[in-house]
């Protein structure tokens, strides 16, 4: 049976990114592959959060996956420090990381950009903890947004190169996967770019935002003055709302919204109205469940305790083989 890796970072509430992204396909996936799926706290740790931040968006994640479908019993839920046999696998792959590739990663330069003065060693080397996460298992699946597709090249090459270093077959090569073919990315409600924690509160829609919340953020969401000719090329802000009511709303009202605005019909008021519907209606069953699950204390220590049990079981025996490849040898 195929192996699944994937995790999510702990810097706060999960949002529709992050779920039809992600989570929608780890939901689906723990049903027929070995799924491994954890919190990426170390990970996290770039951005230097207070211990009280960190404990909390580790607790926001657990609860919102398991909310989400997630079952202990079908995969192994896991938190990524609970498993320290991964930082171990970090170092080995840092010897063979070098300075160039990581430097080029869009990721890395992004992170230039936006925390000019907190440019740390943990950002450039990311990506080496992350394909560190992923071939820790021996997975060949990883069911990830569209912006995470450079980091899987990455951890293909990592993985590769520690295979020629020491003239072994021993890491496969994981692919990014998602159920509808193509890697996805949902955009957020500015009219730019990517749906994302760090875009600002209005941009993204959180799987517990109440209905309230999300009819006011979509309502908000920018738009323009309208087509003023039929069959006109939509603007990025109206396709990011469009991108946004395909994975939310049925075809049916899809194809009614396309047809109103070829046709100059489409009056945005009702547009956003139905997208914010539809929005309440995808998440009701998860926002439902999230409050109940935050309270289960002794729930959320069972499933942590359980997945850090099979996960370290998984990942001591990755690490023994390792280290017996690379000549670490008892005497
Ligand atoms: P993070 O926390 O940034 O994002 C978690 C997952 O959500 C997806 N995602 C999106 N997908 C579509 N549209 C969006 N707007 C959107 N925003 C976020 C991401 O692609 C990701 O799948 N590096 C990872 C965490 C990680 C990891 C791993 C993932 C650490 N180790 C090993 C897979 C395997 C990240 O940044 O997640």
Known sequence: METVVSGIRSTG????????????NFIKMQEQYNCFFFIADYHSLTTHPTPENLHGNVKHVLVEYLAAGLDPEKCTLYVQSDVPEVTELYLYLNMNAYLGELERSTSFKDKIRSQPN????????YPVLMAADIILHHATKVPVGKDQEQHLEMARTFGNRFNNLYQTAYFKEPYAFNFSEQLIKIPGLDGKGKM????????AVYLSDSPEIIKKKVMKAVTDGGPTVDNQEKPQEIQ????????????DTYQHFENA???C????GDFKKQIAEDMILATADIRSKIEDIAQNT??????????AEKARESASKTIKEVREII???PF
Request: hydrophobic fraction near 40%.
């Open 118 to 125: 907190n440019v740390n060693a943990g950002l450039l080397t």
């Open 327 to 329: 000549g670490f040898r």
């Open 196 to 203: 994302g924690k760090s875009e600002g509160e209005m941009n």
């Open 13 to 24: 509430k999960l949002h529709l990114g992050n779920y039809y992204g992600a989570v929608k």
């Open 261 to 263: 605005y070829n046709t």
């Open 298 to 307: 002794s729930l959320l220590h069972k499933v942590a305790k359980l997945g």
């Open 240 to 251: 990011n709302l469009f991108d946004l009511m395909k994975v939310v709303s049925t075809e």
């Open 265 to 268: 019909a489409i009056r945005y």
